[in-house]
Structure formats: structure tokens, C-alpha cells
């Protein structure tokens, strides 16, 4: 995925061999280590050819070999989640300076570190609709509200078939958004051909929305979706009350970036196991409770921070900067 994000982007992308350690079976653990071990090599002839002034990490284990390879250079992990992943706490050892989007991130790091707390940065271009304009822009009519449903870029196969069961309830009331992410795009195709004519108006589904997903979250008046670490950015950007459902996984950051989002009274949070039962009137009562949803706004709307990605560019250049000065002659 990242590689065709940035592609798009115009950027050159250079692909390292590596693998995840965390949860990996004995029978797969040693070819994942020689992966490691061959991305680590490759690491440092990239390192070598391209000697750069600062080095950026956002976590995933392809960043390990980099992040252990290039030790010597000033460098910036940035930590999406409320939570580190396993492994933004190895990168974390190696670097100048860990940002994290909230003060209680600060606790999962030694205090001799240099943290700062930035929030979750987002693309500038995601600000430029308001609802109206993108109302507009889907095709979308100002009398019902709208659902936004969003999975991530692979798609919540759990949530996008409970969305899909009761699609017959839900259209009546509103307008539906519903970015199904790769996997269950051909499914979901079949289910939009299939509607009734009077519902078809009503659902808007997309594999993926690049340049649009700014418009979505804009002309949404609530959102259904996993809790990953853009969450945490996105959502407050756009004032936008949330139905969350976490991976259903124990102990996974994306219960940890839930709860932070509902203890604040921005989110309603959903188990996964359970949505069978629990997500049709989670959603009917929020559409008809305006006050509700407003004050999930209004919490929401505290968290957002737009000046985020400046932030982490500052640190950025200053980490640069410093190398530069160290390395000028005497």
C-alpha cells in the first residue's frame, strides 16, 4: 500500500527485505530473522549511496533494519498510536527525539528521552472541502444524514459485512459512505447492483478514496470504522463522531487509541464479536440523537490539531541542522 501511496505522490520509494518478529510461530521465526538480516545489509549499502541528514521512522517492522543500520544519524521516531507497537520501542533506543500525539503516550518511554507531543499530523488537502462542498461533490442530499464507513486501506471484512446486512434498515434514514477497502471490493460491487432502485441513490461505495477522502470525511455527520491510528487525526479535523470497533485482537493498540478517543466522549466503542446485535441501533439511535452526536463533536473537535505536521517538520529540519553544524570543519 505504501508503495503505491507514495508513487502517487511522485516520490522515488526503495523496498527493503523484512519481516515481523512479534507473534511469529517457531517454524517461520528463523527465515523471518534472515529477512531482517538481509534488509539490515541492504540498509546500510542505502544509507551509504544516500547519506542523509536526518532519518524519519513511523514504525512497521521494515523500519527496523533501517533504524538499526543508521544508528549514527540524527534521527526522529514519530509514534502514531496512542500506544508503540513493538517495533517504535526498538527504534525509540536510537533516537534523538519520539513524538507522540498525547501526553499519556510519554509514559511507554525512558525519561532521559527527548519526547514532544505533536498530535497526528495530516495532509493539508484534507481541509480544503467543508460539508456543503462535499455534499456536492457525492451527490448527496442535505436532507438525510450521512455514514461514513471506513475499514482502512485493506477494508474491515467484519464490519463491511455487518454494514452490508443491514444495509435495508439503514438507507431509509440516511446516506451511506462506505470505503470497502481491496478485499471485499468485488462483494460489495455485487451488493450495489442488487439494491432496489429507491436505496441505490443512497449508497455510495468505493474501493479506496485518495484525493477524495477529505470530501467523505467532511460531508459525513458520523463515521464507522477500525481504530487505527489515523483516527486519532482525521476524525478530529472534521468535528466527527465515531463508532469504533477495534481489531479484535487482546491487548491491540487500537483498543488503547479507542479508549482514548471514547474517554474523552468523542467515540462510542463496539466489539467486534458483537456487532451482529449491537451496531444497528448504535447507529439508528446516534442519527436521530443530534444533541448526542454534537457533544461527541464538540469532544472531538478539542483533539484537533492542524499545525501537527509543521511540528514534526521543525524537528525534522533542527535534527538536520545539527548534523550539518557537527560536521562543518573546525
Known sequence: MEEDLVSRAGHQITSL???GLHGVGLRALPGNLAQLWRGFWKARRLLKDFQPDVLFFT???????????????PTLAFVPDVKPGLALRLIANF???????????????????????????????????????ARAHFNLSSDLPTLLV??????ARSINQAIVSFLDDLLPEMHILHVTGTLDWPEIKNVTANLPKNLKSRYHAFKYLHEDMGAALAASDL?????????????????LPAVLVPIPFEKHIQHLNADFLSNRGAALILEDEEMNSTLLPALQELMKDQQ?????????????????????????????DSERKESLPA
Open 17 to 19: 527485505p523484512a519481516a
Open 223 to 239: 463515521v464507522l470504522s477500525r481504530a487505527g491510528a489515523s483516527a486519532l487525526g482525521e476524525f478530529p479535523l472534521f468535528s
Open 292 to 320: 448526542r452526536r454534537d457533544g461527541m463533536a464538540a469532544a472531538m473537535s478539542k483533539l484537533a490539531n492542524p499545525k501537527a505536521a509543521k511540528h514534526l517538520a521543525n524537528i525534522l529540519l533542527d535534527l538536520a
Open 150 to 155: 471506513f475499514g482502512g486501506s485493506k477494508g
Open 59 to 73: 514504525g512497521g517492522f521494515v523500519a527496523a533494519p533501517i533504524a538499526l543500520a543508521g544508528r549514527n544519524t
Open 95 to 133: 533516537a534523538d527525539v519520539i513524538a507522540v500525539v498525547s501526553e499519556a503516550s510519554k509514559r511507554y518511554f525512558h525519561r532521559s528521552k527527548r519526547v514532544e507531543v505533536t498530535t497526528y499530523p495530516l495532509r493539508k488537502e484534507l481541509a480544503n472541502w467543508d460539508q456543503p462542498s
